[in-house]
């Protein structure tokens, strides 16, 4: 296998249009000249999976939800028109070039549309088109399960294309271009003091990613199982981007690294359901089945043996999450309730699993700003709180000012 293998990545926003499609065309191709095998990996251009799931929406009745194997097909074109035109380009430039779909390139999954996982990479056809001296060009966010169907991996499954084929091809790094320079310490459009990190661990990005920031989190965990090293830098900047390796906290030793932000929240709470053992099981394992993901969860005091569990849910999965609690004969209770306006800010940071008191200072920090905390949770790593939408550009900066992110 070669060792001078390199996955790229390129998101939406960096293939917004035909001339910045014409652009990292040019970028691939000095890369191939600079001695290396580049293996590119593509999201759908702009908008269009988003113009793709509001079409699919339109074309139902009565407000029925769209079949899942035909969304994940029709999902998948968006790569594809992607793939095709990439390829079409540095070919125009007189490189040797191929696009493959998720199943052309042999990515194989399990049988859960709409959040599918990788389960295998078959490389045979990858690598014999990379010994022809080819680029690959190769649609991301999609592969195919047994049954011969093409499934989706979930928004920001294309990092998960990337990551998986760099671990597969033994890469020599895995390439993320986006529409920012790197990792910040938080949003740089809320702090105008956040400052780029040169370096961050596995841990770390692992937990600023779950919480919305720019990588997908399953594309980070892979990673850091198969320690392949990734880079994220922006598409058009000469500026250096973040490099994710493993290590220890690597900002000079900084407590507290960031502090990540995730605005798409909901919350659902089920008023009044019995507290018999395993009652917690029963309410997640259905969701969990179908590949939606909770974070936050709070169970109150029993009260005449009855309990409220809420839990926190992305605005994306609420109203599956709503229907398929609904659809549970053997919960038994009151009533649920759906919330939404919510987000997540949280202090991330290797360097707090031994230093006590940072949950103190975080939410007097909150509180001197008097924004309500709703919901908290907490890891070796991070501290996270729910609060209302409206007080995050309050909150944010009110903690990178505290725990004095823009210094390096």
């Known amino acids: 296998m070669k060792s001078n293998i ?43 999976t988003d113009e793709l799931i509001e079409m699919s929406e339109k074309v139902t ?25 990439l390829a079409m380009s540095i070919k125009s430039l007189n490189q040797e070039v ?18 599918a996982r990788i389960s295998d990479i078959n490389t045979k056809r990858i690598l014999k088109e990379i010994d022809q001296n080819k680029i690959l060009i190769i649609a991301g966010f999609q592969g195919v399960n047994t049954q011969g ?37 938080t949003d740089p459009r809320i702090v105008s003091q956040a400052r780029k990190i040169d370096f961050i661990n596995y841990e770390d990005m692992l937990e600023m990613a779950v919480l ?8 980070i965990e892979l990673a850091s199982v198969y320690n392949v090293p990734i880079y994220i830098a922006g598409t058009f900047s000469e500026t250096k981007g973040t490099l994710i390796v493993k290590g220890e906290n690597m900002e000079n030793n900084k407590t507290v690294t960031g502090i990540a932000i995730d605005k798409n929240v909901s919350k659902i709470t089920i008023k009044k359901i019995k507290n018999d053992p ?32 809420s839990f926190s849910i992305s605005d994306h999965d609420i109203q599956r999450a709503y229907d398929i609690l609904m659809g549970q004969e053997n919960l ?3 009533d649920i309730i759906k919330g939404s306006g919510f987000a997540k800010i949280s202090l991330v940071g290797t360097g707090m699993q031994n230093a006590p008191g940072y949950a ?49």
């Open 6 to 48: 390199v996955v790229q990545k390129y998101g939406g926003t960096s293939i917004g249009d035909v001339e910045k499609l014409k652009l990292i065309a040019k970028k691939i191709v000095e890369k191939k000249l600079e001695g290396f095998s580049p293996v590119v990996v593509v999201s759908a251009m702009g908008k269009t």
């Open 61 to 85: 009745f009565s407000q029925t939800q769209p079949d899942l194997r035909e969304k994940d097909t029709l999902l998948s074109t968006g790569e594809l028109v992607s793939a095709t035109l």
């Open 98 to 115: 191929i696009s493959l779909s998720g199943s052309q390139a042999g990515i194989f999954t399990d049988q859960i549309h709409g959040s």
């Open 149 to 185: 169907d093409i499934t989706t991996l979930g928004r920001g499954g294309s990092d998960t294309t990337a990551v998986a084929l760099a671990v597969a091809l033994n890469a020599t790094v895995c390439e993320i271009y986006t529409d920012v320079k790197g990792i910040y310490t």
């Open 212 to 219: 919305g920031a720019k990588m997908h989190p399953r594309s």
């Open 278 to 309: 395993g009652t917690a099981g029963s309410i997640l394992k259905p969701l969990s089945d179908q590949s939606i993901s909770i974070d936050i969860i709070v169970q109150n005091i029993p009260i005449n043996g009855f309990i409220d569990f």
């Open 332 to 334: 038994d209770f009151e």
């Open 360 to 408: 103190t200072e975080m939410f007097n920090a909150l509180g001197e700003e008097n924004i309500n905390i709703e919901m908290i949770t907490t890891s070796e790593i991070r501290i996270t709180c729910l609060i209302n939408e409206k007080d995050v550009n309050s909150a944010v900066n009110a903690l990178h000012s505290k725990f004095e992110l823009d210094k390096e």
